[in-house]
């Protein structure tokens, strides 16, 4: 019975040591352009919401097909940054480009790593992508 317990605690008790390292958590932002040289009006790519009500935690659970293609865009970013790859920046520009309404846009996104130094949100530039069309 104890052997038992014992090999199903870690699985109960989540370890800190499951992380490699505790990093910068990278941010999206886009910005739509009407042409590839422009100026930018950076916006964050889909912001969490400030508040979400106990039922709506509650359905997550079962069924958050957004925020889990939100979770595979933000390691695209890490992988981005990590070892840059088209296929990574590529399927960050798809997933930006279907949320925009605008397909006659040129469209860039830019990597923000934010952190926490000295009790302030530190937000450090990583990445800048070329402009490619939106549609």
């Not at 979770?71 to 990590?82: K, P, T």
């Not at 397909?103 to 402009?131: P, Y």
Request: with cysteine.
């Amino acid at each position: 019975m104890f052997h038992s317990l014992k090999l199903l605690l870690p699985a109960l008790i989540p370890s800190w040591n499951f992380f490699d390292e505790i990093a910068a958590s990278p941010r999206i932002e886009y910005a739509l352009l009407r042409a590839p040289g422009d100026s930018c009006a950076w916006r964050e790519f889909r912001p969490r919401p400030p508040s979400l009500s106990p039922l709506t935690m509650l359905a997550r659970l079962f069924w958050n097909a957004r925020g889990n293609e939100t979770l595979f865009v933000v390691s695209c970013a890490e992988r981005l940054l990590a070892e840059p790859t088209a296929h990574s920046q590529d399927e960050i520009f798809r997933r930006i480009a279907a949320d925009v309404a605008e397909k006659d846009a040129w469209l860039r996104f830019r990597i923000l790593l934010v952190s926490e130094q000295d009790g302030a949100g530190v937000r450090a530039l990583a990445f800048v992508s070329d402009a490619r069309r939106a549609s």
